[in-house]
């Protein structure tokens, strides 16, 4: 199982879209991708993203 990475974009309160880079399998759940994201924003200096699943934007890049 190769371990590569996602893009999971996350709408916050500013009005702005962070995207954060997910490495995980092929096979991850968009659910684990998006909390892994959420997390990594919460721990950082932004402001506070949108903690809703459908409001973000799951990709594998090209």
């Known amino acids: 199982m190769e371990c590569a990475y996602w893009l999971v974009t996350l709408p916050s309160i500013d009005g702005r879209r962070y995207v954060y880079r997910v490495y995980a399998p092929d096979d991850a759940l968009p659910a ?9 924003h919460d721990e950082g200096p ?3 993203a949108f903690d809703v699943f459908d409001a973000a934007e799951i990709r594998r890049p090209r």
């Open 46 to 48: 932004h402001p506070r």
């Open 32 to 40: 684990d991708l998006f909390w892994d994201a959420w997390h990594c």
